[in-house]
Every structure is written in C-alpha cells, then in structure tokens.
C-alpha cells in the first residue's frame, strides 16, 4: 500500500516551454503532497509544499510563479515549469502523506527527470 | 531553520563488514528521524525510522540510533551485501503537523564482494 506514481517518468524539451508534471497517490488519500529537485549526486531539496484545496507553500529561493504547484484533489498535485531553461534541469519528485496516518511518514513518487535543452 | 550534516560521503566496506552513517541535526524540537536508501534514479525508500521518544530501533540488519541530548543519529547497517550498495540519506522533521522533512547531503555506500 500507500503508492505513489508520477508521470511522465522522463521527460526532454526546448528551452522557453512549459511542462507538466503529475504526482498521484494510487491507493490513499493525500492531504499533504510534498515535491523535491534533486540535482546529480546531490540531496533532495524541498521546493514546496502542496495541500489539497488550497495555495503551496513555497521554500525560500523557489519561484512560485515558475514552478506552479496546484493540488486539485486528494490524490493528485501537479507540479509545472513554466518556461524552462537548462537550470531547470533535474531530477523532480514528489511525496504524500496518508491522510489520517502517521503526519511524518512519506512516501516517494518515482521521480521525473527534466532535460531542457 | 533546520540543518542536517552526514557523514561520512562515501564509504566503502567488504561484503559481510559493518557500516555506520552518522547525522547531526541543529533543530531540537525535531522529533521524527527517517532513513532512505536511493538507487541510482530511483525513488527514495524508507528503510527504517526513528522518533524522538526512542533511543534505539532495531529491523533484521539495520538498526538506528539517537543521542537526543547531542543531537545524533546513526544507521548501523551489519552483515553488508554489495546489494546495499547505494546512495542513503538521513533526515529530520521540520514544523508541527504534517511534517517537513530537512535531507542530509547523503553517503555513497560500496558493498564489495
């Protein structure tokens, strides 16, 4: 149980597009998703924090208007880079808390890797 | 704000030695302690967890540690398989509710057979 998948698994496109990324909890309802940028060899960075019906909560030093987070029900949060650059480049993955399990324990999507050419 | 140092960066054992992962954190109202394993472009998997009101826990070959009053924690992982060789991270909560969770920078573990 408490599965988490994300779509698309990789994806490539041209700097200045906008691409969307899809966080869903398979088998559990997740008030509370998380998502990540994890860069080569580096830890996984909290870039917000996303709560369904509601505005995400961004870490200090991520664009809220570039990286915009819309969680639009309990068992799915998008997450889209809005005119992508090569920086944007990275590993992105999300999470989701068990509504009405243990508030810290997370499970992880796959990842989605973004190459901006 | 939370801060979260591991260490060592890489560590490179012998099939069937012991290693250990060693984490600080700066936050003492932190009370939650997990432990990931991440293989190369993988997702990150929970392999054990520890809460602030337990100094030990213990799963088959993976156990952890907390000196709260230091404020460590460590991964003791005994018997090691090259299939443990990955990358792991420790982390610590951050905030009250539904937590966030602060990584440390990671350690790259090397079984060799």
């Known amino acids: 149980g408490a599965v988490v998948s994300q779509h698309p698994s990789r994806v490539i496109c041209k700097s200045g597009t906008s691409v969307k990324i899809e966080c869903r909890s398979l088998?559990?309802?997740?008030?509370?998703m998380f998502w990540y940028r994890q860069f080569p060899k580096q830890s996984l960075m909290l870039m917000a924090t996303?709560?369904?019906?509601?505005?995400?909560?961004?870490e200090q030093g991520v664009e809220k208007d570039k990286f915009l987070i819309n969680h639009a029900s309990l068992t799915l949060s998008t997450l889209t880079v809005t005119s992508a650059h090569p920086e944007d480049s990275s590993f992105y993955i999300c999470?989701?808390?068990?509504?009405?399990?243990?508030?810290?324990?997370?499970?992880f999507g796959p990842g989605t890797r973004l190459t901006v050419l | 704000g939370e801060n979260v140092e591991q260490h060592p960066s890489t560590l490179s054992v012998q099939e069937g030695d012991s290693a250990v992962i060693k984490c600080t954190y700066s936050?003492?109202?932190?009370?939650?302690f997990p432990w990931y394993k991440q293989e190369l472009g993988k997702r990150p998997q929970l392999i054990i967890d520890?809460?602030?009101?337990?100094g030990e826990k213990k799963d088959q070959r993976i156990a952890v540690t907390l000196n709260k009053t230091a404020k460590h924690f460590s991964l003791h992982i005994t018997e090691t398989q090259p299939e443990d060789s990955a990358v792991y991270f420790c982390a610590a909560s951050l905030g009250t509710g539904f937590q966030k969770l602060v990584f440390g920078t990671g350690t790259r573990l090397l079984v060799s057979p």
């Open positions: 936050d003492s109202a932190s009370n939650y």
């Open positions: 520890i809460r602030s009101n337990v």
């Open positions: 999470s989701g808390i068990l509504a009405g399990g243990s508030p810290d324990t997370q499970y």
């Open positions: 088998d559990f309802q997740a008030t509370t």
């Open positions: 996303s709560n369904e019906g509601s505005k995400a909560t961004y």
